[in-house]
């Protein structure tokens, strides 16, 4: 493979993350607004499905191409950890290595409300509400800092 090639995963793996934020944004919208018991758990597990979906994949997606990146002989030599030359690539891998944590957390998290969800099938209590607030909550917290990162990416400040 090429450095191009693992250059466009690289790029439209941040542009799903971008886009699942954006998804998720607008259904935690819909869940705060929705009356409806029936619609107001659909939307929840349409949330936490984009952010499972598109954000984890799109992590795993990340690894996965700026590992290629790296160890191909061609493009930019960023080195597996020369940051010595490159200090914004250094505080862009420990915003990633953070992400990477939070997501184990938003997991977490995401099971939980599941099993709260099915043991409570045709009901919408206060504690899936609580939960789902804290699913999303540990997602915002990822979504945040895959912003600080991409902007990172952009301007590579330092």
């Known amino acids: 493979m090429s450095y191009q090639t693992f250059y466009s995963l690289h790029i439209y793996s941040y542009v799903i ?47 996965i191409s700026g590992g290629g990146m790296v160890s191909l002989e061609e493009g930019p030599r960023w080195g597996w950890f020369d940051f010595q030359e490159h200090t914004w690539l250094a505080v862009k891998q420990l915003f ?3 992400i990477l944590v939070c997501i184990g ?10 099993r709260e969800i099915r043991n409570f099938d045709q009901v919408m209590n206060d504690r899936i509400s609580q939960k789902w607030s804290s699913a999303y909550r540990m997602s915002l917290l990822v979504y945040m800092l895959v912003l600080m990162n991409t902007f990172l990416g952009f301007v590579k400040p330092f």
Do not use: C, P
């Open 17 to 63: 993350w971008l886009l699942a934020f954006a998804g998720s944004l607008l259904l935690a919208s819909k869940v705060r607004e929705e009356t409806d018991v029936h619609r107001k758990r659909q939307y929840i597990r349409y949330e936490r499905l984009i952010t499972n979906i598109g954000a984890h994949l799109a992590a795993l997606g990340i690894l």
């Open 96 to 98: 990633f290595v953070l």
């Open 105 to 114: 957390f938003s997991i977490k998290r995401s099971r939980a409300l599941k």
